[in-house]
């Protein structure tokens, strides 16, 4: 544990910065603020030590500031600051790309870069709607997302994704868009551990929807594997296989949105590995670079890529990049971030401690107000009962809790969810669950 003290006593003024996801008018009536990080403690800006629980915002798989990824990044800032991906390579961008496609589900293997979670979703919904025109099914326009998903902040992921607040300021979003329900049901599935075993059915309802709307209009579907901002929803036995068999039935492509579960977190580097079902394009982020540089990409069939290879040879293919996609520093933070995940053995380490993490959130059973506590590989969710008439503020109240115990958590909706860095170990764990029933015991 990182004990330096970095104490900062003149803190800015707060008025200018309009602050992402946060109640702006709460928290600058009373801020916190973080000014370092080290492995898996940051520094709060009165010199405290804060257990990190959730990796920054669920990327920082390889903890905070790794040696490995920090000295690539500064080395990388001094012999290449930018280049254009568009029409010029650069050889570690390639070199990135054929890692991920050894990495990845077989024959996932043409990887296109973006800068977040949000765009890689975009540029997947894209490649669909795209790739089912270039082979003449340009009828294919329809996408399909699932209640309470969340696939980040751009037009066509709150289209598809299922968080009605995310939504609703925003207007029409994008048409001829659907949604499954979502796979949560406690009274069937509250207290499993790992899948739930109730809940594979609810995938036939994706059958009902394709039958109102025809196949034929649609292009594909959008699921996380665990659907974690929702809650850390752990697919129910059989519920993905079931999704892919009617993908395949109807030609609809079926994406994961690996942007969390990437990278370890199930144990295996993509959970669709853990769950022995292949979609056939992965969103990701996050985890790709340990959260230290931004850097998404979408991991698509390869035979995909291929259809997309026709016509004359000087037409782009494929209208769609970013100024910083393949980002120098980015390729270099990846690089070293997959450097990390392989030589410190991350993904078998998370899988070890993940067990740990389960059965030592699952003895929270009883604290009060706990309705529901589910846990995956490393990650996991402690559900309380709401307060009456007050949705969320029972989890606020247990954010701020722990935070002033010096503990990092996330909450969604009345959910606690952890998500701690791979390079935990026992006493880390061990440390966060006891901060978690200590706030438990004195939630109001
Ligand atoms: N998709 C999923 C599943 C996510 O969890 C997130 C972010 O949490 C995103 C997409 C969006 O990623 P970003 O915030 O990098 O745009």
Redesign the pocket.
Known sequence: MNTSKNVMTDLPDLQAYWMPFTANRQFKRDPRFVVGAQGMYYTTHEGEQMLDGVSG??CCAAGHCHPHIVSAIQEQAAKLDYYTAFQMGYPRTFELANRLAEMAPEGLSSVFFTN????S?DTALKIAIAWHRVRGEGQRVRLIGRQTG????GFG?ISVGGISSNRKLFGALLAGVDHIRHTKDLERQAWSRGQPEWGAHLADELEEIVALHDASTIAAVIV?PIA??GGVLIPPKGYLERLREICDKHGLLLIF?E??TGFGRTGEAFASQTFGVKPDII?L??GLTSGAVPM?AVLARRDIYDDFMQGPEQLIEFAHGYTYSGHPLAVAAAHAALDVYEDEGLFERGRETGKLLGDALQALKGKPYVIDIRDFGMLGAVELEPVPDKPTARAQEAFRLCFDNGLLVRTTGDTIALCPALIADESHIAELVEKLARVLDSLS
């Open positions: 915002l669920w977040s979670g949000s765009e979703v969340y696939h980040g902040v992921g996380e974690c901002s949105d942007v969390i969103t982020a996050k998404g």
